[in-house]
């Protein structure tokens, strides 16, 4: 399939952010990688340099192409002038509404009019973020969620708001095939579809642990052998981030009130300690520095 090349804006070079630019550079789109620190966007840009050499190690990926999709990544600190440049948005910065928001408002006042912004939120409706856009943009604003890693994770959860309008969903639909990526479309909901179902998961085997039911290892390996997951849950709150499932957690119970959706204790208390899992070298379990 031929794919007419876009111009995407990516907020957010992180674990989310520059796995989504990757995959949009690797579809043949140019991407502007955004940090308001350019070390930060720099640094984002060289992950993704970084995955690419590992495929071409792997025989998976031709350097030339590697090359090429590198190429189409530019690392800025400049969001005005980025968002102006921009047929497509998407925000992967932290999971917060005040800081999601923020951003969305500077966006909207630099980007072109017929721009879509898309968020990759994992849990905040979508129409309380697009109220931070002014009303002509809310029928262009919409939920693109990727899951991590983005360049191996197949699934994009699409949502729409309230507002969002059908040529803006049939865009996002024709973006995840360009991506080679399958949708799913969830209300607008807190949590959606997949984090509806495995924040309240995850806390349930972060009760038991803090419950001395089993130890870390223990849970984990029932968890993988007995129901057949390829990864326990400690560990996978680990690799999610314990701040990311805090916030996940608390908006889940905020929009619902039910008891087995409050983040445990134990979270709090490893949030609180600085320990947020593989980012910091410990969470459930201890990481040796790569």
Known sequence: MEVSERRVLVCGAGLMGHGIAQVMAAAGHRVLLYEPELARAEAGRARIGGNL??????????????????????????????????????????????????????????????????????????????????????????????????????????????????????????LAVELGK????SRDRSGFIVNRILMPYLAEAMRAFEEGLGTAEDIDTGARLGLNHPMGPLALADFIGLDVCLHIMEVLHEGFGQPHMAPPPVL??????GHLGQKTGRGFYDYPPS
């Open 182 to 185: 399958e949708v799913i479309v």
């Open 268 to 273: 709090r208390q490893l949030v609180e300690a």
């Open 53 to 174: 050499e590992r495929q071409v190690a792997k025989g998976k990926l031709e350097q030339q192409v590697a090359d090429e999709v590198l190429a189409r990544v530019t690392a800025t600190s400049e969001l005005e002038a980025s968002a102006a440049q921009a047929t497509l948005v998407v925000e992967a910065v932290f999971e917060d509404l005040d800081v999601k928001g923020e951003l969305f408002g500077a966006v909207d006042a630099s980007a072109a009019p017929d721009a879509v912004l898309a968020s990759n939120t994992s849990s905040i409706s979508i129409s309380r973020l697009a109220a931070f856009t002014t009303p002509e943009r809310r029928s262009r604003f919409v939920g693109m969620h990727f899951f991590s890693p983005v360049p191996v994770m197949p699934l994009i959860e699409l949502i729409r708001g309230a507002e969002t309008d059908d040529a803006t969903e049939a865009l996002v639909r024709q």
